[in-house]
């Protein structure tokens, strides 16, 4: 009787700890997949500001096509994407360096900066970066947990059984990690 109770007690302390386990990585799966929401979400949300900043700006820099013209191939390069981490990683750095060279044309035309609608334009371009970076830093800090867990002992063994595998990271590609140049 002792050693029945003994191997029950075994078994049910073996399917709880499975369960424990195989709950964990479905969280740190679906925690990864809301953080890829929020990016997308703020990748849209600049996506749709930019039309109304260029439409701004070329009001009062009409000789600067080219600039323009690199923000708008930037901005459809984005919107045409795949949606992943890798699909998204490079055209919206590329739209980040093209929106740099459009705001640093504002300190060549003092009318443009001193413009409400290019302030206001700008803020909420600011604004979203600023919330671009939080999600991709959330991201990736979701990525972390979610592929320590999957590598980790004894969840590994659960991980594998059940097909899960080791997801990307939202990286900035060389092009983003240097200073775009501007020239007038």
Not at 54 to 80: L, M, S
Not at 142 to 164: C, H, Q, R, W
């Amino acid at each position: 009787m002792l050693l029945l109770t003994l191997v029950i007690v075994i078994v049910v302390a073996v399917i709880a700890v499975g369960v424990a386990m195989y709950n964990g990585l479905i969280r740190s799966k679906n925690q990864v997949e809301n953080a890829w929401s929020q990016i997308d979400v703020q990748l849209k949300r600049r996506l749709d500001l930019i039309p109304n900043l260029v439409d701004t700006v070329k009001g009062y820099a009409a000789h600067e096509q080219e600039t323009f013209q690199q923000v708008i191939a930037a901005r459809n390069a984005a919107i045409d994407a795949p949606n992943t981490p890798a699909g998204q990683a490079a055209p919206n750095d590329t739209l980040t360096g093209a929106l740099g060279k459009l705001f640093a044309l504002s300190e060549a035309y003092p009318e443009l900066k001193a413009n409400q609608n290019f302030l206001a334009l700008q803020e909420e371009l600011t604004a979203t970066e600023g919330r671009v970076a939080y999600a991709r830093q959330f991201y990736n800090d979701s990525i972390l947990d979610y592929n320590n867990k999957i590598e980790s002992v004894p969840t590994v063994f659960v991980a594998k059984m059940l097909g899960y595998q080791q997801r990307e990271y939202f990286e900035a590609d060389e092009a983003a990690r240097t200073a775009p140049g501007v020239g007038f």
